[in-house]
T-cell receptor, first 118, second 114 residues
Framework: KAGVTQTPRYLIKTRGQQVTLSCSPISGHRSVSWYQQTPGQGLQFLFEYFSETQRNKGNFPGRFSGRQFSNSRSEMNVSTLELGDSALYLC?????????????????FGPGTRLTVT | GQQVMQIPQYQHVQEGEDFTTYCNSSTTLSNIQWYKQRPGGHPVFLIQLVKSGEVKKQKRLTFQFGEAKKNSSLHITATQTTDVGTYFCAGPRYSGAGSYQLTFGKGTKLSVIP
């Protein structure tokens, strides 16, 4: 079974520009979550989509947005880029969202997109 | 809101020594997950603990979930260079309307000196 794929793997943008990142989940997985990883803040949750609907949202400004398509593929958009947006953006897929009894669904992470804002 | 704290932030050990990382939550967790991220890689799921006091082993790795379900630990016996990486714990945080989001600790970065 193919893993989670993310494109592009590396991206260099200038302040003020916008960027779109793409994520293809594992076949059969319907939930896609996005995380921002930086050395100082660690892994921070951005949002989660399931069945084309945003189910969860982290504490990020409105410049960060996303969507999910009917085939479960997801995109994340960041508008008006700032220097502080430089980070590794990770996408993770799981079978579903929420809890199954007391258990959470394990997350399968993609390789990430390394975004550098200059 | 719920936070998941992990200590230590960094750990350097001689190959063959043991290693332990601790995870503490401000609130009771329904479960806790552990992930490993190799240098330059992405987090990979290791295990999930659900029951109070649960202990699970994976070869040289031992995972524990506290009786109060507020803390957890990962212990590696006789570390090897292949154990190098950052270990994260993650617990679900209720975000309303029946939804939960995984909250990750900041991780413990393990270095193994051959």
């Amino acid at each position: 079974k193919a893993g989670v794929t993310q494109t592009p793997r590396y991206l260099i943008k200038t302040r003020g520009q916008q960027v779109t990142l793409s994520c293809s989940p594992i076949s059969g997985h319907r939930s896609v979550s996005w995380y921002q990883q930086t050395p100082g803040q660690g892994l921070q949750f951005l949002f989660e989509y399931f069945s084309e609907t945003q189910r969860n949202k982290g504490n990020f400004p409105g410049r960060f947005s996303g969507r999910q398509f009917s085939n479960s593929r997801s995109e994340m958009n960041v508008s008006t880029l700032e220097l502080g947006d430089s980070a590794l953006y990770l996408c993770a897929s799981s079978l579903a969202y929420g809890l199954s009894g007391l258990a959470s669904y394990e997350q399968y992470f993609g390789p990430g997109t390394r975004l550098t804002v200059t | 809101g719920q936070q998941v704290m992990q200590i230590p932030q960094y750990q350097h050990v001689q190959e063959g020594e043991d290693f332990t990382t601790y995870c503490n939550s401000s609130t009771t967790l329904s479960n806790i997950q552990w992930y490993k991220q190799r240098p330059g890689g992405h987090p990979v799921f290791l295990i999930q603990l659900v029951k109070s006091g649960e202990v699970k082993k994976q070869k040289r790795l031992t995972f524990q979930f506290g009786e109060a379900k507020k803390n957890s630990s990962l212990h590696i016996t006789a570390t090897q260079t292949t154990d190098v990486g950052t270990y994260f714990c993650a617990g679900p945080r209720y975000s309303g309307a029946g939804s939960y989001q995984l909250t990750f600790g900041k991780g413990t970065k393990l270095s193994v000196i051959p």
